[in-house]
């Protein structure tokens, strides 16, 4: 019995440290410096787009609607691929940042009913007369970059490792919109 009680006072303590690695996210706001982003230039979309600008910013689902569909970047739901590559060129300022987007919208593309039965459920609040469709995309492409940031201008600190390795485990349990790893 003393060989019993014993082996329960020594996994009793270990049992949390063995719980499910999803539950601990990390600080978040320890992570903005993790990948050194590049410059987005919407400038380009501006005479056509301005009117979605909110502080000078293209942020709104309305704004990322029409630089994508003044970039024949989406078709209804659908993305166009070789003008998402040229959107991309337009609004990035280097090859290799311009090389990873496309994987991640092109890794996105594969999950297009999953987004539009997320955006049915979340029942988005309509903003004018816009989809969410392309801030839908925007928004994999930027987390699909981020766990495949270039090795030039990822920060090899631990916390960061940690977040990166907690997203590609952990956040396609928690949106359902799986990336497919390269």
């Known amino acids: 019995m003393l060989h019993l009680l014993t082996w329960v006072l020594i996994f009793i303590p270990a049992y949390p440290a063995a719980e499910d690695v999803c539950s601990q996210r990390p600080d978040v706001t320890a992570l903005k410096n993790c990948c050194k982003l590049p410059n987005l230039d919407f400038s380009t979309y501006n005479s056509k787009c301005s009117q979605y600008l909110v502080n000078g910013v293209h942020i709104s689902p309305c704004s990322f609607e029409c630089i994508f569909q003044a970039s024949k970047a989406l078709n209804g739901t659908s993305l166009v691929m070789e003008n998402i590559e040229k959107m ?3 609004i990035l300022d280097s090859d290799k940042f311009v090389k990873v987007y496309v994987d991640g919208f092109r890794s996105c593309s594969t999950q297009e ?7 049915k459920r979340r029942r988005m609040p309509l903003t004018g007369k816009c989809s969410s469709m392309a801030l ?5 492409a930027h987390r699909y970059f981020y766990r495949f940031c270039p090795d030039s201008v990822w920060s090899k600190s631990s916390v960061c490792n940690e977040a990166r390795e907690y997203s590609i485990r952990c956040d396609d349990q928690l949106t359902g919109l799986p990336i497919k790893i390269k």
């Open 136 to 140: 839908m995309y925007a928004l994999c």
């Open 113 to 119: 009913k999953v987004m539009i039965r997320n955006l």
């Open 88 to 90: 991309l060129k337009v």
